[in-house]
């Protein structure tokens, strides 16, 4: 429905805007996400036509509306400071743009009064003078007056920003079951990622003038898990760290037991709720055991997120990962044979992957498998080590296989290694490694 192609802004020599590609489907309820000064304001007063672009066309509906005149593109824009006339009633605000119209009085007070309901403004409220109101009531009549005009497109910018805590999560449910009964192609432009979350059927991340990355919100999600935790979500393998973080290093002569619990929780969530169990979003456990050169692990990792039920983004579990991982050392000390492997299983929490006709969608229990064999000879060991790692669907898997040379005194940090490695892509290439998986290339510069 709507369309920015190849759309460059730019305010003299500042680009605010630039090589914007974008399309917004119809009924969508679209974020744009970012910082102060990211360019999502100035790409929403595109839309809405309160500036031009440099070049670049922007649609809607096939229709080139890029140098059209605001009141002749079918779309109205909630601002984030309401923008009310303060010397009028809460009905003549609503009213405004109906009146302009010249529009038969009969047909202005029945869609005013219509409106009025579904924002949820009492008939009694309508006649006061829109400065008495409180702020959430300022909001819902400056939304009022953009859906009394029943355009194709609404916009908001930032329009909860000046609420509070407790209003901004009311508000935010009220104008999603707004949107949902409406079916109004609705762009609403946030700084506030828990807002873009709970909100959104799609969101593009705005930085300096360009978008990151486009997604739903659990893509989105996962993506900036990943990038807060790049150790345990690795993509861009480095075979020996990788495997040696999910081997439980242990199976010494001594007797050795461990126990761990790890609970971290959402602070929007908590803010939210004030529940601190309801607020978790990853609860990590893990028992050790190892004694005469034999050790065994078990660890559980269960995850909570956002999750779309009916239209709504509600907070839910996820998904569990179990991994049992097993050490054990064959024959004399510095002599003998060492066997590392573990495996991993996946468990979804949200029934989507089952009902899911998408076969990438219905990934296997199987989450992940390492293995890695061992021959000690004196103060060093050679290994040949294999691991298959799940990515980010059903098929994306990652394979890398290496023959390993490591000292034992340092026995977690092979110190060369030579193999391969293949991405989601299937594509194999060679790898050389030293020093904790470090390329010899990053060594040399």
């Known amino acids: 429905m709507i369309k920015f192609n190849d759309v460059q802004i730019k305010y003299g020599d500042y680009v605010a805007i630039d090589n914007l590609n974008l399309e917004i489907n119809e009924g969508e309820f679209f974020t744009m996400l970012g910082l102060s000064g990211c360019g999502k304001t100035t790409t929403l007063r595109s839309l809405v036509g309160f500036s031009y672009p440099t070049k670049g066309k922007i649609f809607i509906d096939e229709t080139d509306v890029t140098k059209m005149p605001t009141e002749k593109r079918d779309v109205s824009i909630v601002f984030q400071s309401y923008a009310l006339f303060p010397t009028m009633t809460v009905y003549e605000n609503i009213a405004f743009g109906l009146t302009l119209q010249k529009l038969p009085k009969e047909y202005i007070d029945k869609k005013v009064r219509e409106v009025a309901d579904k924002v949820q403004i009492i008939p009694e409220k309508l006649f006061n003078n829109v400065s008495e109101l409180s702020g959430g009531q300022q909001q819902r009549v400056a939304i009022a007056r953009a859906l009394v005009l029943n355009p194709k497109i609404l916009c908001l910018d930032e329009p909860l920003s000046n609420l509070d805590a407790k209003l901004r999560v009311e508000l935010r449910n009220e104008l999603k079951k707004l949107q949902r009964d409406l079916k109004i192609t609705t762009i609403y432009v946030t700084h506030d990622q828990e807002e873009a979350l709970t909100l959104s059927d799609r969101i593009a991340v705005f930085n300096k003038g360009k978008i990151e ?233």
Request: aromatic share 14%; glycine share 8%; hydrophobic share 30%.
């Open 213 to 445: 990355q486009i997604g739903t919100p659990q893509e989105i999600y996962r993506v900036r898990d990943i990038l807060r935790n790049k150790e345990r979500n690795h993509v861009d393998f480095k075979l020996n760290r990788s495997i040696y973080d999910d081997f439980t290093n242990m199976g010494e002569y001594k007797r050795n037991f461990r126990v761990n619990l790890m609970l971290q929780r959402n602070e929007a969530r908590y803010k939210m709720t004030g529940d601190y169990w309801d607020s978790l979003e990853e609860i990590k456990a893990g028992v050790f055991y190892s004694q005469n050169r034999f050790g065994i692990g078990y660890e559980v990792d269960e995850n909570a997120d956002w999750r779309d039920k009916k239209g709504v983004k509600e907070w839910g579990k996820v998904d569990r990962e179990h991994k049992i991982s097993l050490v054990t050392k064959i024959g004399k000390p510095s002599e003998g044979w060492t066997l590392k492997t573990y495996a991993k299983f996946y468990e979804d929490l949200t029934g989507k992957i089952k009902q899911s006709s998408d076969e990438r969608a219905r990934k296997s229990s199987l989450d992940g498998l390492g293995i890695e064999i061992g021959k000690e000879m004196g103060y060093y060991q050679w290994s040949v080590a294999f691991e298959k790692e799940y990515v980010l669907s059903a098929r994306d898997y990652e394979w890398r296989a290496a023959l390993q040379f490591t000292l034992l005194t340092f026995p977690s940090n092979p110190i060369f290694g030579i193999g391969a490695d293949t991405d989601v892509n299937k594509k194999i290439k060679p790898e050389t490694y030293m020093f904790d998986g470090l390329k010899v290339e990053d060594i040399i510069d």
